[in-house]
């Protein structure tokens, strides 16, 4: 296994020249959304029907890709996929139900605007937010519940009809889903023929099947849903319980119109519908600092306005007169996935002792998975400090691991 501190352009380049091919890749590439202001978020890399066909050379025929996007750039980096002679196969969706919505008030900020207080511009009026924030004297920063009293004054009082008249209007929705780009590379010949010589162009259904073994030995067939648990996720499901069903055939032929008899087959009988689909809560705080042990907490993100302290769990919180929270973390990288989360992609992707490719390894995740599942991995990251980490969580993994 080997990691590349890397530009992934150029390294996967070096890789094609050396001969080496991958099974499959697996990856979580920038969104193209300048996210919270990374300049690696703009670059449009991920856009670029180049950085596609590199990994198109690299894989082996039939191999797959799986790669992340955001809700509103996925159209982009999809076609420059297609465009580099992948078939797109598949979009699976992974829903989740903490993203934190990030849309303003536009009637709050027309009022704002009208008082004189101008976009960047600091407003350091309680009644802005409707929140009063007060430091208790003798408590420690890390006691949350007490360090800050947060009391909620009064609703917003709007000093202007043009404010007022536009009050609840916003700009965003609040993010609950992240689609992935399932694709392949064309077989050579059937794809009988193309997995017998190179492993590839399948993928690996009861591997990947959800588990209930009190109902069924197999489990239900993978699906392009997956989802963290969580409750907002499960209450877009309506309860269903499954038990029998008609199944028709005739003749040994089963679904002809117009040939058919109904007879009786069990079906696998789970309850919910959201348990039909993979299961993978977000990352958690001792996940995302896996083997970062002597890593220094470093700030990561700033915010204003009123939020719940414990929705913040995973970190230190300081909160000072401005109303700002500041998240501090070891593992800095901003979208950290659930290593299960990527085992489970690996593994439906990937041939056993095959090899995974992850051109934007970010902080590691992938890397961590294929290690666990037992597959070969290469991954490539430009930025240092990430590099770092990501080198550090796999290394927890594979204290044997050689690195690059």
Not at 50 to 68: I, N, S
């Amino acid at each position: 296994m080997k990691l590349h501190n890397e530009d992934c352009i150029i390294q996967m380049q070096k890789m094609i020249d050396e001969g080496i091919q991958v099974d499959s890749v697996v990856t979580d590439p920038p969104y193209e959304l300048g996210f919270m202001g990374k300049s690696w978020d703009s670059t449009g890399i991920a856009f670029q029907k180049e950085t596609w066909e590199l990994a198109f050379q690299l894989l082996k025929p039939g191999g797959h890709l799986l790669a992340f996007s955001g809700s509103r750039t996925y159209h982009r980096m999809a076609v420059a996929i297609e465009d580099a002679g992948f078939e797109i196969r598949d979009q699976i969706m992974w829903l989740y139900g903490s993203g934190f919505p990030k849309s303003m008030n536009i009637g709050k900020n027309i009022d704002k605007i009208n008082r004189g207080v101008r976009h960047g511009t600091k407003d350091n009026s309680s009644e802005m937010h409707g929140v009063k924030r007060e430091k208790i004297e003798g408590n420690t920063r890390n006691d949350i519940d007490t360090f800050y009293r947060t009391s909620v004054t009064k609703k917003y009082d709007f000093e202007t009809d043009e404010g007022k008249k536009w009050d609840g209007w916003g700009t965003h929705l609040k993010p609950a889903h992240e689609p992935v780009v399932m694709a392949r590379k064309p077989v050579e010949g059937t794809v009988a023929d193309n997995v017998l010589k190179h492993g590839t162009g399948g993928i690996n259904i009861d591997e990947c099947r959800i588990d209930l073994s009190d109902t069924s030995e197999l489990g239900r067939f993978p699906a392009n849903v997956m989802h963290d648990g969580s409750e907002e996720v499960l209450e877009g499901f309506p309860y269903t319980k499954s038990g029998k069903m008609k199944q028709h055939i005739k003749g040994g032929q089963y679904n002809v119109y117009g040939k058919m008899y109904p007879r009786d087959v069990e079906t696998i009988g789970d309850e919910g519908s959201a348990a039909r689909f993979f299961y993978c809560p977000k990352v958690s705080k001792s996940e995302r600092n896996q083997g970062l042990g002597g890593f220094e907490e470093k700030q990561t993100s700033s915010m204003s306005g009123r939020r719940d302290p414990h929705d913040m769990e995973k970190s230190k919180i300081d909160n000072d007169v401005t109303g700002r929270f500041v998240t501090k973390r070891k593992n800095i990288h901003p979208t950290v996935k659930p290593v299960e989360l990527m085992k489970y992609l690996c593994r439906l992707v990937t041939p056993k002792g095959g090899t995974v490719l992850d051109p934007f390894m970010g902080s590691g995740s992938t890397g961590m998975a294929a290690v666990d599942e037992g597959f070969d991995f290469l991954g490539i990251e430009k930025e240092e400090e990430y590099f770092k980490i990501a080198k550090n969580r796999i290394d927890s993994q594979s204290p044997l691991m050689k690195f690059l």
